[in-house]
Nanobody
Framework: QVQLVESGGGLVHPGGSLRLSCAAS????????IGWFRQAPGKEREGVAC????????DYAHSVKGRFAISRDSGKNTFYLSMNSQKAEDTAVYYC???????????????????WGQGTQVSVWS
């Protein structure tokens, strides 16, 4: 059974940085896609950044390009979301999710992701 455990959320001032971690386990395949998603109160869940463990291809939401970076440590089976130059609109619960049906990034849409972590809160405020 796939398990995804996020950590690293917290409170940050505008312009600051945070790094989220997602510890992944229980996969039966060596290749899959991992995505970071977020959901703010009253808003739909949106894809932030996704990465393929097959070709390391990535995809980012337009709103975070140049500020956020997704990466992975294959030895630890851990995935990261480095968030820089944070803005108030980045405030949300951030989720890590796995696409178990395809190893390539398919547009970083929540519709493609099957397994989800419990989420971690990120709050950006002054």
């Amino acid at each position: 059974q796939v398990q995804l455990v996020e950590s690293g959320g917290g409170l940050v001032h505008p312009g600051g940085s945070l790094r989220l971690s997602c510890a992944a386990s229980g996969f039966t395949s060596d290749h899959y896609a991992i995505g970071w998603f977020r959901q703010a109160p009253g808003k739909e869940r949106e894809g932030v950044a996704c990465i393929s463990t097959l070709d390391d291809g990535t995809d980012y939401a337009h709103s975070v390009k140049g500020r956020f970076a997704i990466s992975r440590d294959s030895g630890k089976n851990t995935f990261y979301l480095s968030m820089n130059s944070q803005k108030a609109e980045d405030t949300a619960v951030y989720y890590c999710a796995a696409d178990l049906r395809d190893s390539l990034v398919r547009g970083c849409s929540a519709d493609y992701y099957d397994a989800w972590g419990q989420g971690t809160q990120v709050s950006v405020w002054s």
